[in-house]
């Protein structure tokens, strides 16, 4: 298991566009994947599940990763946030 904590640097935070990129990205893995922001947290591939996280820029977000390609699922997360989804 890996866990990470990684901050939305894009200025709109996580909306939409950049929650469809993170779901398709973790769509193509195997390993379980929850992300944590405060108390609020999402399992599941929900576009409205990440909406309720609240994720506005400056936001830390854990990402815990669990399962056989975690490391490559954690680098592609990595590579998304850190391109600030494209903003």
């Known amino acids: 298991m890996i866990t990470r904590t990684l901050e939305v640097k894009n200025r709109t935070g996580l909306h939409a566009r950049p929650i469809s990129q993170i779901i ?5 893995y195997k390993s379980k994947t929850v992300f944590r922001v405060g108390d609020k947290k999402v399992e599941n591939k929900s576009v409205l599940g ?3 996280l609240g994720a506005k820029f400056g936001t830390k977000v854990e990402i815990e990763i669990d399962g056989e390609d975690e490391t490559e699922l954690l680098k592609e997360l990595e590579s998304l946030f ?3 989804f494209g903003e």
């Open 82 to 84: 850190y391109s600030n």
């Open 24 to 28: 398709k990205v973790i769509s193509k």
């Open 50 to 52: 990440f909406l309720k």
